[in-house]
């Protein structure tokens, strides 16, 4: 991907938090999305605790997940 934007140094954490989640994804018929429960742990683990920061951050892993799903169907879709 040439064309792939610089990730900005403060979301590095996120960034790396959302690579290691999507290997957390169900196995089976298709892709899946994460867990919400693999997103409270991987949290609880790296200290986000302040409700605030968790919302934060699980509501940009669902987001980025949803990104992910949706390019995923539309895939599947094309002819």
Known sequence: ?????????HLLFEWTAFRRLALDRPRGF???????SS???YAN??????PDRFERFSRLMMAMDAAVLRIATEKDVAP
């Open 1 to 9: 991907m040439q064309s792939r934007p610089a990730l900005a140094r």
């Open 30 to 36: 298709g892709i899946a999305p994460i867990p919400w």
């Open 39 to 41: 997103i409270d742990r």
């Open 45 to 50: 683990r790296f200290g986000i605790a302040d």
